[in-house]
């Protein structure tokens, strides 16, 4: 891990927000891979989704606690990432309610959500889920804890790898049923993460005493994206052991990554 970064120093530097930058092109590069997959992948079965979709809620649900919430207390006190888990909640709900979107689940949601395509509704349903990933890398980065940035980016890159086929796959079934399409769809869902991430890092950066609040934010919106999503999305079909297994794979996966590199 030592190696890898100071390889990264050397050709990144050492500027939190460029390394946010180049941590959200790399998450952004492997959903976009899972999405491109659908252009080769002729036929994924439901279960491999629902269980793939269990593995990245674990991922989340792991890096929420352990490269967020843990060290956000350790900074700052339980009192700000409490804050800051509350406010992620609150604005990930907000979102919800109030931008027009479509869930696979509970359909359309959000106001004037009839007049808007099916594909766009869920382009910003999926992009609304990938925001907390990008923030949470960002503010990783941003935070000067190099190795637990880079783990936060490798397993949030990872169980993008999934979500971004999953979401291509969603748009075929949709009505969209050309690949090349679906596959622009599922590329484009994951490249508000550049963006956030920066945002992430800059914000640490820049204000310093916000960083805990911050750190609570990212966890409070991706544990929000969990239990609000993607184990509701991986339950519907009846392979709630499949994705339950999947979540408990991704918890263990992201445990040894944290404890193994971080």
């Known amino acids: 891990m030592d190696v890898f970064q100071n390889w990264f120093i050397a050709h990144v530097g050492d500027h939190p ?22 252009l080769v992948v ?17 991922v989340m649900i792991a ?9 956000g207390v350790e900074m700052g006190g339980i009192i700000p990432v409490v804050i800051g888990i509350a406010l992620g909640v609150a604005f990930l709900d907000l ?20 007049r808007i395509k099916a594909v766009w509704l869920l382009i910003i349903a999926i992009t609304l889920h990938n925001m907390p990933e990008g923030l949470a890398v960002g503010v990783g980065f941003g935070s000067g804890n190099l190795k637990e940035a880079f783990v936060l980016m490798m397993a949030i890159g990872f169980q993008n790898i999934p979500e971004g086929l999953a979401v291509a796959i969603s748009a075929m079934s949709i009505g969209k049923g050309k690949r090349w399409y679906a596959s622009i769809v599922g590329v484009r869902s994951g490249l508000v993460e550049i963006p956030l991430a920066v945002l992430g890092a800059w914000a640490v950066t820049a204000m310093k005493p916000v960083l ?8 409070g919106a991706m544990l929000y994206v969990v239990s609000d999503e993607i184990v509701p ?7 709630e052991r499949l994705a339950t297994f999947g979540t408990m794979i991704g918890i263990i996966v992201m445990l040894y990554l944290d404890v193994t590199l971080g």
Not at 17 to 34: C, E, K, P, R, S
């Open 17 to 38: 927000v460029i390394q946010g930058l180049i941590g959200g092109l790399v998450i952004a590069g492997m959903n976009t891979f899972g999405a491109l997959l659908v």
């Open 42 to 58: 002729k036929e994924v079965s439901q279960k491999f989704l629902d269980c793939s979709l269990g593995f990245a809620a674990g």
């Open 63 to 71: 890096a929420s606690f352990t490269s967020l919430i843990l060290p």
């Open 95 to 114: 979102t919800d309610h109030f931008i027009p979107h479509m869930h696979v689940v509970r359909g359309m949601e959000g106001p004037h959500s009839d």
């Open 212 to 219: 805990p609040y911050a750190m609570g934010f990212a966890a």
């Open 233 to 239: 999305e991986s339950h519907r079909q009846g392979h």
